[in-house]
């Protein structure tokens, strides 16, 4: 044996058994939750009587699109895809604005009670949805906003957590740069846009992510507010499907699958920032 193979194999690393436990629970962990995916998926291509036979028929034998045809011709679809693309886009970007916004007062501005008012922002997280929600309809409800797109986006605009996760991650750029910046003549408002957020781009991806799959997915708040079907969105469209003695579970798992592909789209080109925005949360404080 030469000297550079025994050289070799003293630099490898030994593999501890904690290490290979570690990752075989990964990979069933991962597994268990791709499953309920590819069923859904596999149920979208089959007829009723073919989705709940047992045992799980993973692969069709026969591919059917009637399932799809169901739900792109039998009710308002796309008008329903249109209105949540609508809604989402536009609640994401406002909640981009006012928690960066919000975060940067919270971390790098000085101003009296600051921490106090931050905390006492942070505790509305705190408060159930539904203790507020027959207060919040009514209010809607006198500013005339009652089944209009614009109950939900007034009412999603801003997010104390979203908040909470632009200030961690502005509180780990260092204060020296903002410190020259206000040497060179720089305002608050040119530090925040030129410097500050440039520097935050982990922490905005995140929340764009999360945001996102949170109001794409939202049903309670479309059922709230909205009444009229042309202003219904995605989750509410595919409730038509389900009656009181039948449901239709193939065509709901078909507009299902739609439905996620906007959301795919999204984590596939945040999710190198997701894991590490999400850690920046426990770095300072």
């Known amino acids: 044996m030469s000297v550079k193979s025994i050289n070799r194999n003293k630099n490898r690393k030994k593999v501890k058994p904690g290490t290979i436990a570690i990752y ?8 268990s939750m791709v499953i309920p995916f590819f069923w859904m998926v596999s149920a979208s291509f089959k007829e009723k ?22 739900v792109l011709h039998k009710i308002p679809f796309p008008i329903y895809f249109f209105n949540t693309a609508k809604i989402s886009i536009i609640i994401t970007s406002l909640q981009l604005i006012t928690c960066s916004m919000a975060g940067y007062a919270f971390s790098k501005l000085e101003f009296p009670g600051r921490d106090k008012i931050f905390l006492g922002y ?9 203790a507020i929600m027959i207060p919040q309809f009514i209010v809607i409800q006198k500013m005339g906003l009652y089944n209009t797109h614009w109950s939900l986006i007034l009412t999603g605009a801003f997010s104390a ?3 909470f996760i632009m200030r961690q991650n502005m509180l780990s750029i260092p204060n020296s740069l903002n410190e020259a910046a206000k040497i060179d003549g720089c305002g608050p408002f040119r530090i925040y846009t030129k410097i500050i957020l440039p520097l935050s781009k982990t ?25 009229t079907d042309t202003m219904k969105t995605i989750q509410l469209g595919l409730a038509t499907f389900k009656r009181e003695f039948d449901t239709n579970y193939g065509a709901i798992m078909a507009g299902t699958v739609i439905s996620l ?7 596939a080109l945040a999710q190198k920032y997701i ?4 850690a920046y949360t426990g770095m300072k404080g």
């Not at 075989?24 to 597994?31: A, N, P, T």
């Not at 942070?122 to 539904?130: D, I, R, Y």
């Not at 592909?261 to 984590?267: A, L, N």
């Open 261 to 267: 592909i906007p959301v795919v789209i999204v984590y």
């Open 161 to 163: 957590f979203g908040v």
């Open 122 to 130: 942070l505790g509305t997280m705190m408060v159930p949805w539904h």
């Open 203 to 227: 922490g905005l991806a995140t929340l764009t992510a999360l945001t996102f799959t949170s109001v794409w997915n939202d049903y309670m708040g479309p059922m709230i507010y909205l009444d």
């Open 49 to 70: 009587a073919e989705i709940f036979t047992t045992p799980i028929q993973w692969i069709p034998k026969v591919f059917r699109s009637v399932n799809y045809d169901t």
């Open 24 to 31: 075989i629970l990964c990979i069933v962990v991962g597994i």
């Open 275 to 278: 894991v590490e925005g999400v």
